[in-house]
């Protein structure tokens, strides 16, 4: 089977930059380049990876492209432009110069709500679709709403959740975040990114168990040709190795077709990155 990693992270570590590593992920207080992850996917028979942004500065977007012209690996860039900028346009036509350039994020998660929905916000999403830039939303359930309403003004970007927008896995709370995944599934350019879920559970007891109400939930949502597989590495590390989260994982979908687990763990992040 052909696996793409479409959400994984690169840095240098820093205290100040990396501020929301706390004591409890001491684990990942180090620097995470290339050299340590390429090991890793021959290991796991993953072909390439996405580079996701972790930090809110170009300076950062730099970085993971020169990662990525280095690395062939690094199949794609997803960095950071300030959408609410004045010369938003003039830094797009910069970006899309940037051939591993395919998309951009914001940690929506860190602000409220409203955020999304601010006038200059949405002005800046709204030229992403000129450029063919795609948009990863990383919210947390409350932040749904919100996320409908964004998705709902513009029926002509492609967006992808990730990490399933971070359910309570770990208090088992699933009802209010699976109403408002099956709400935002109902519009054709959303995608699911199913990464991120070992952090969400109990990191020292989770069972694969734990995770399948809400692979159950975004399968039935997005089915599989708007799903894709995501390690969030190297953050997963503080719950389990690479091959620990990607074991149930691999368990829930045994069963499906050999064409749709190749849509789920290849075909889809190909497909929506322009790889």
Known sequence: MRVIDAHQHFWHYHPGTHGWINDEMSAIRRDFLPAHLERVLDENNVEGCIAVQADQTEKETGFLLQLADENNFIKAVVGWVDLRA???YDRLVHYKQKQKLKGFRHILQGEPPSFMLQADFLRGIALLKDFDFTYDILVYPHHLGAALALVKQNPGQNFV???LAKPYIKDKKIDEWKRDI???AVY???YCKISGMVTEADWKNWRKEDLYPYLDAVTEAFGTKRLMFGSDWPVCL????YQKMMEP???YYESFSGTEKEDL???NATSF???
């Open 182 to 184: 099956q709400a935002i």
């Open 161 to 163: 959740i990730d990490h």
């Open 265 to 267: 763990f290849y075909n």
């Open 238 to 241: 503080v719950a389990a190795s």
């Open 273 to 275: 990155y322009h790889l």
């Open 86 to 88: 004045d010369d938003l």
């Open 249 to 251: 994982v691999i368990a």
């Open 188 to 190: 054709p350019n959303v």
